[in-house]
């Protein structure tokens, strides 16, 4: 496969030196046209879109500054690089108040060339990211810990020793391309932390971890995330838009929840993971992406795939190393050890630096169910150092009962703040306090959502909260996320 296969216009009116660049290019895997006056690269760009143009100042006709706005108004999202054989600082600076991305003076060796195109184009990827890390929370980097990784039990072990032999073979694939990784588990288990440890702990450290939710996003949309399209791909694409896929090129894609994805989409995903290379919708070329794919999810996949609901040959590609990530209420004495290490973290965030459990808090803890499991778990330590007033946090701080069934009924449990779970007369929060409280906690997460237009990840930077915090609210309350 080519090394690269973005599109290069250029502008270039000394014959010899244009086919120079595009022959040297041409090696390269990028594909190249060649216009030899401004007029002529505008009438280009009727039928070819490039990914960058090089651009000499003058040419025959109109100067090529004067044609930079009309040319990057019908290449949106195109990078330009101007080359002169007369350079001077002013004309230099012109160049980039006109919008180009770098600026040579001819004449150049065509390798300084191609690594200012390779730079261009890496940062118009990297722009593309920052904007996604901006509008959706994704993260560029791994965080060093990994706080769901938290445990000594027979799971915990298990789990990290499969990190270890997936370290191990990666380890002997360097330069090749990685497996794909499959991580199962029930929600709320930490298998967004169990991707990030693959990722921070593996040879793709240094790029970018991009993380999309394929639950968030309505299917008629998450295509084009993924892929990004064209200019003119449908009636709202005003310009160009790489995808979250060629974002995460040199580094990891996590797919959380891929159990959701439609059949359709889930063809181009095993498309992508065979042979490494996207389609932005509209496009009439693919490109090479080097990454590893990771996905997650809490779906039975052999089950739907039996029920025609999930493509079997996806299944085998995304398993090629599987991790199981055990429910909390398996993990034994992991549950108050997770819990203490909450109580630590969150303590420190909210100035209550000296909490501890008491008991009764203890026996609470070991005696519930914990379906939402570690994210239930990190939640109800959040509300317990938020009603916490002097320095043990108790049972009704955590809304849980010391003697409640671990059997009790999902409803019964998953809300804190309801009445059947109100402190006893006498405790330290009344019911009417939780109430109030809960009432609060509500308008204010709503209205957040609301001045965000419904961004998830907007709503917890402005809340100071997680996302995974954010969302156990968004259903705990049934608030209503804008759409």
Known sequence: MNEHTAAILVVEDETTLARNISVYLGRYGYVVRIAESAEAALATLADFQPDLILLDCHLPGRWGLDAMPDLLSRARGCRVVVMTGHGTVKLAVDAMKAGAADFLTKPVALSQLRGV???????????????????????????PEVEGLVGESAPMIELRSRLARLREADATLAGTRLPSVLITGET????????????????????????????AIPSSLLESELFGYE?????????????????????????????????????KILKLIEEHSVRRLGGLRAMPVDL????????????????????????????????PVAPLRERGDDIERLARHFLHELGERYRKPSLTLDTEAIAAIQSHGWPGNVRELRNRVEQAVLLSVGARVGASDLGLSVHA??????????????????????????????????NAERAMLQRALDETGGNVSRAARRLGVSRDTLRYRIEKFGLVVPR
């Open 231 to 267: 200019r003119g791909a449908f009636t709202d694409a005003r310009e160009r838009k790489i995808g979250l896929v060629e974002a995460a090129s040199g580094g990891t894609l996590f797919l959380d929840e891929i159990g959701e994805t439609e059949p359709a989409l889930q063809a």
């Open 117 to 143: 195109i390779e730079q261009s184009l890496a940062r118009e990827r990297d722009g593309r990211l920052d904007e996604i890390s901006h509008d959706v929370g994704l993260a560029r980097r791994a965080p």
């Open 292 to 323: 590893r794919v990771v996905a997650a999810t809490h779906q039975p996949l052999d089950q739907r795939v039996a029920e025609g609901r999930f493509r079997a040959d996806l299944l085998y590609r995304l398993r090629v190393f599987e991790i």
């Open 405 to 438: 069934p671990a059997e009790a009924s999902l409803a019964a449990r998953s809300t804190a703040t309801d009445e059947t779970h109100a402190a006893p007369p006498g405790s330290r929060a009344a019911p009417s306090d939780l109430r109030a409280l809960a």
């Open 188 to 215: 709320g288990t930490g298998k967004e932390l169990v991707a990030r440890a693959i990722h921070g702990d593996g040879p793709r450290a240094a790029g970018p971890f991009v993380e999309i939710n394929c639950a």
